[in-house]
């Protein structure tokens, strides 16, 4: 850390007695490194004398400071690269190039003192506010909450809920939103349907070995209001059309819900905002959550169903072509 101030140093003399040490050692083939590594050490050894006493005496500079004489930060760079490209060693030019602006990007950011978060919500608020909102409220709007889970469905958002709520723990690791979303106790009955008696956890007690959560009451009644407004949405074609067209999905199905789950829309299952001890939003956590797992599902489905008609058109092609052979050969 002492600068180097004269090719005459005594630390440039030290640098070249401990090269020829490092010689003595070897020829004596007492126990020691390798053969590599005395020659790495005797070379840096004397590179770094011989560079100091250079840049001294034929470049005028004032000092030297050796423990920056090393390729350290260039080859944390080169690994920085690497860990961009996916971990892969044997990088291309053009990878390079990409990664090396992501780097300055994120270098900026750290002068700005803005983090990654700060951008996606600035981001997020650059999207018309009004527009959100009238579609949103376009889209409660036109709900008419005439769609109730069957016994299975019901098992099945109990089995979701439970997912949910342990989802949310993990990330806020709180104690209170645990105590909030999931219980040990078993639930009585829930009536969703007046003409239905719902006996949601059957199929989680059926699976649960000891690993899974069972969702509260609150839990599951936000599911199973998040599952019926989905579910109402994806069969009404002109409100899946705005959900699909909207730049933001999440946050619009977000809004739709804090709507929808007022006392005057959902009728006689208010769920009210649940906030806990701590400040968690426990209503955006789960209702985040559960539009990641149902739109992932909803696109399988027109996967699915897409990759069907293709197949199914194909088949025809085929047979027509077949068909039409067949009258030509005749």
């Known amino acids: 850390m002492d600068?180097?101030?004269?090719?005459?140093?005594?630390?440039?003399?030290?640098l070249r007695q401990c090269s020829e040490f490092l010689q003595r050692w070897e020829d004596s083939k007492q126990p020691g490194l390798t053969t590599q590594t005395f020659l790495a050490l005797r070379h840096t050894c004397l590179a770094l004398a011989d560079c100091a006493a250079y840049l001294l005496d034929h470049r005028g500079m004032n000092y030297i400071l050796l423990g920056h004489l090393q390729s350290d930060a260039i080859e944390r760079r080169f690994g920085w690269l690497r860990q961009l490209s996916g971990a892969n060693y044997y990088i291309s030019v053009r990878q390079v190039i990409e990664s090396d602006r992501k780097i300055r990007?994120?270098?900026?950011?750290?002068?700005?003192?803005?983090?990654?978060?700060?951008i996606d919500a600035a981001i997020q608020c650059d999207v018309s506010q009004s527009s959100d909102d009238d579609i949103a409220d376009t889209i409660v709007e036109a709900l008419q909450f005439h769609i109730f889970p069957s016994a299975n469905d019901a098992n099945v958002i109990?089995?979701?809920?439970?997912?949910?709520?342990?989802?949310v723990v993990r990330t806020t690791k709180c104690q209170n939103c645990k105590e909030c979303l999931s219980t040990s106790d078993s639930l009585e009955p829930i009536d969703i349907d007046n003409e239905l008696d719902y006996s949601a956890a059957t199929f989680l007690d059926a699976v649960n070995r000891g690993g899974l959560a069972k969702p509260t009451e609150y839990t599951f009644l936000l599911a199973v209001h998040c599952w019926r407004v989905f579910e109402e949405i994806k069969r009404l074609s002109e409100l899946l059309k705005k959900i699909h067209d909207f730049l933001?999905?999440?946050?619009?199905?977000?809004?739709?819900?804090?709507?929808?789950?007022?006392?005057?829309?959902?009728?006689?299952?208010?769920?009210?905002?649940?906030?806990?001890?701590?400040?968690?939003?426990?209503?955006?956590?789960?209702?985040?959550?559960?539009?990641?797992c149902a739109a992932k599902n909803l696109v399988r489905e027109m996967t699915v169903t897409a990759a069907g008609s293709a197949t199914s058109t194909a088949k025809k092609k085929r047979k027509i072509a077949k068909l039409q052979s067949s009258a030509a050969g005749q």
């Open 248 to 292: 933001l999905q999440r946050t619009l199905f977000c809004k739709v819900m804090d709507r929808a789950t007022c006392v005057q829309t959902y009728g006689y299952l208010p769920i009210d905002s649940n906030v806990c001890v701590s400040g968690h939003d426990l209503n955006k956590f789960v209702v985040e959550r559960f539009f990641n």
């Open 3 to 14: 600068p180097v101030r004269s090719s005459l140093d005594w630390k440039l003399d030290f």
């Open 105 to 118: 990007a994120l270098s900026l950011l750290k002068f700005s003192g803005l983090s990654l978060s700060d």
């Open 158 to 167: 109990f089995y979701v809920a439970g997912y949910l709520a342990r989802s």
